[in-house]
């Protein structure tokens, strides 16, 4: 970390992960509305 060359990859790091996070919580929300309105009828 203390090497400037590689400072950038650590934020792209970071923000890959904070996406692929993102998705993976997006799509258990969208599942679990799907699921309750399917168990509610």
Known sequence: M???KW??????AYLV?????FFIC???SR???????RLAS
């Open 2 to 4: 203390a090497d400037p």
């Open 7 to 12: 400072l950038c990859f650590y934020n792209e």
């Open 17 to 21: 992960v904070a996406v692929v996070y």
């Open 26 to 28: 997006f799509g258990a």
């Open 31 to 37: 599942y679990s509305r799907w699921l309750e309105q």
